[in-house]
DNA sequence: CACAGTATGTTAGAAATCTTACATACTGCT
DNA sequence: AGCAGTATGTAAGATTTCTAACATACTGTG
């Protein structure tokens, strides 16, 4: 029982350092048969897992559910990319730049080319994710208390961050957008953050996909006029036209 | 063309919202051949990586380099576990908790059970995402600049940040630790951070393999006689013994 | 429309991975 | 030492995945 266990301890550390291991790899690690690591593993589901002949860290729920093509059109995915698309155009190489969180501006950031030079500025947690692995991107991060609900850090001392710095551009996200009640979003405590971060910009655009025009959430955070262009799937809204939000919300 | 660039963004929308797609799975879903797919994936190495018969995202440089005994001897990992195993001891559940960046500590943030509620500190990427995963732990992470280095943010404001904070604990790591020269780190950063965490902490406590007892780096933060105790992977070190730095460094 | 070039599908065989069954080695206990 | 139970290795066959080659369909251009 002891060489055993000595074998998962070192599978787990081996696996804390790199994020997947092959099965043959991981049996000439651990000087034993594949036959015997992959015992090891079927006995410890919930250390590891498989994909394929490569032995994982345990996975986390999200690869069961099936990808299907409803749930994607139901979160309008497609629409969000198409809409982190058209706000590429805005984005210029060597700017300091401001990138809201939310899953539209996910895409955003994936978008981003990979030579780009960037200095970006961000508060949640898959944003700077997917930054980190930028290799051109110089990443600052507001910190604070993390929320879960929308993956962000939160808290005292972030406007004083921004404060001691110089945007060039802003790229807002909101689940709501009104001509007359302005754009909003789910949680209070990023409403202050967009603010500020709206405030120190020279350039400001709100990034969303078409079905949140019309719509209006709890948390308020400016007023349309306060953006230099409202990007949508289609490109930016014709923000003197009138009428852009008289369709109803189609959620 | 076209087709095929629609293809390939569905497949990296669906890559986005799940870790992994499998082969056939996304041949379903684009509603082409698997071949077809195979194909998408080969033309986009730098968006897209195999993983047995799955997709995943481009990876990072981290699958490459095979993990050897030997690697993992040199740095120590087994002595690191052990270390952390020891420190676990001195964490009490409901407390606020500093955690410092450094291999050691993931360790010991891999260590702490599942249901114990905490509210933690901590500055190093690796370390939070992580802490993000458990889910009785509140996560207040400190902002500021990206050092790839370290994987940590520092930056003007993360020492205010703590100093609005009440900390029971302070879990600390060095590569360095010699009786007269004290505790100290590669980067300079860090220091203002860890000798933060330290003033404001009832206990402090050091964690670290015994390779580092007698070893001096560029970057000192503290004193040894400025920790309640100096754990290792033996348990603490006796402070008051003489000589327990007089060995050579086993490097 | 004919053509060149590209895109996609199909298939067969090679290579790998997975499962199962059985043989052998080890461990702790009396 | 002898025994029961566990742990590990080996090998064959089933299954899946990979590769390469060829056939067919589609696209835009003169």
Chains 1, 2 share one sequence.
Not at 16 to 44: C, G, P, Q, Y
Not at 55 to 70: K, S
Not at 107 to 115: K, Q, Y
């Amino acid at each position: 029982m002891n060489a055993k266990d000595r074998r998962v301890t070192a599978l787990s550390l081996a696996l804390a350092e790199r994020r997947v291991i092959h099965l043959k790899e991981a049996a000439a690690l651990l000087n034993v048969s594949e036959m015997t690591v992959r015992r090891d593993v079927a006995e410890n589901p919930d250390l590891f897992g498989y994909l394929g002949a490569h032995i994982i860290p345990a996975r986390g729920p999200e690869i069961e559910a099936p990808y299907t093509v409803d749930r994607a059109a139901e979160s309008h995915s497609i629409a969000k990319r198409q809409a982190s698309i058209q706000a590429l155009r805005y984005l210029q190489p060597d700017e300091a730049v401001f990138i809201d969180c939310g899953t539209t501006l996910i895409h955003f950031v994936d978008l981003i080319p990979a030579d780009m030079r960037l200095t970006v500025v961000c508060y949640a947690f898959n944003t700077a994710e997917r930054l980190i692995a930028k290799q051109n991107i110089t990443l600052v991060m507001l910190g604070g208390v993390y929320h879960p609900a929308s993956a962000t850090f939160a808290g005292a001392r972030d406007t004083d961050m921004l404060n001691a710095m110089g945007l060039n551009v802003a790229f807002l996200s909101a689940s709501g957008v009104d001509r007359q009640r302005g754009a909003s979003c789910e949680q209070f405590h990023e409403a202050p953050i967009k603010r500020k971060a709206m405030d120190m910009a020279q350039r400001r655009y709100l990034v969303c996909d078409s079905s949140k025009i019309g719509r209006v959430r709890p948390a308020y955070f400016a007023d349309v006029s306060a953006f230099d262009a409202i990007i949508t799937e289609t490109g930016p809204l014709p923000m003197d036209a009138a009428g852009w939000n008289s369709g109803p919300a189609t959620e």
